[in-house]
């Protein structure tokens, strides 16, 4: 069974902050993580992913994510926020291999506002 | 333009009747997918397909059926509506490399 968790409900910040969306997950077998994001009454937009390679990859809208394998984290960041970054974040894992292969497990979401 | 689309974007609906959902892609992936959303569980799947003429049970399969008739169309049908069942539903689609999504808009079902 593959579990995504992200720690924090909500996070608050101002323009200019940097912010660190949190996420940790659970899977022995070989994963994709990436990051989703939704602005009010849209769909999920895909942000970035990691599969291999550099753990440190790079998404639109100068948002990155970092995987570490010894904390099983993928954490979302971003140096510098904008008002129309508040939106609610996801983190997700999927696995090529198994039962569950093709299917997303999508944390709780992190819902995080900006303010100007 | 959107590649993912559902209708109806709204519905009321009333307990025991029967609802349909319905989405349709122009990415031609072979993927498709149903998802909930309500507060406090992300998303979960009720259903996906591989490709035409194909459905497979997510996480949460129970009183929802699935049907996928072509490449472009994946239908939810609920044949018996519940209050439970008051969600936002989305459709996704995705490739055979299997870790990117692309979302429809949501449909907002509300069982009376």
């Known amino acids: 069974t593959q579990t995504v968790s992200q720690s924090d409900a909500h996070v608050t910040v101002f323009e200019g902050d940097s912010v660190e969306l949190r996420c940790n997950y659970s899977?022995?077998?070989?994963?994709?993580l990436s990051w989703y994001i939704q602005h009010h009454g849209r769909g999920l937009q895909f942000l970035l992913k990691y599969y291999s390679g550099n753990p440190v990859v790079q998404g639109v809208n100068g948002f990155e994510a970092e995987f570490s394998k010894s904390d099983s984290s993928f954490h979302l960041r971003k140096a510098s926020v904008h008002w129309s970054d508040s939106a609610v974040y996801f983190c997700?894992?999927?696995?090529?291999?198994?039962?569950?292969?093709?299917?997303?497990?999508f944390g709780h979401g992190t819902i995080l506002r900006v303010h100007p | 333009e959107a590649a993912v689309t559902q209708s109806p974007r709204n519905k009321v609906a009333v307990t025991g009747g029967k609802v349909t959902l319905s989405c349709n892609q122009t990415?031609?992936?072979?993927?498709m997918y149903w998802y909930r959303q309500d507060t406090g569980h992300g998303l979960r799947l009720i259903h996906y397909?591989?490709?035409?003429?194909?459905?497979e049970k997510g996480d949460i399969p129970d009183g929802y059926k699935a049907s996928r008739p072509s490449q472009e169309n994946f239908s939810l049908i609920l044949e018996l509506a519940t209050p439970s069942q008051t969600s936002v539903y989305f459709c996704?689609?995705?490739?055979?490399?299997?870790?990117?999504?692309?979302f429809g808009p949501g449909t907002r079902l509300l069982v009376l």
């Open positions: 397909s591989y490709g035409a003429g194909s459905t």
């Open positions: 997700a894992v999927s696995s090529n291999t198994g039962a569950n292969t093709g299917k997303l497990t």
């Open positions: 990415n031609n992936h072979n993927n």
């Open positions: 996704a689609s995705g490739d055979w490399g299997m870790d990117t999504q692309y």
């Open positions: 899977y022995g077998g070989s994963i994709y």
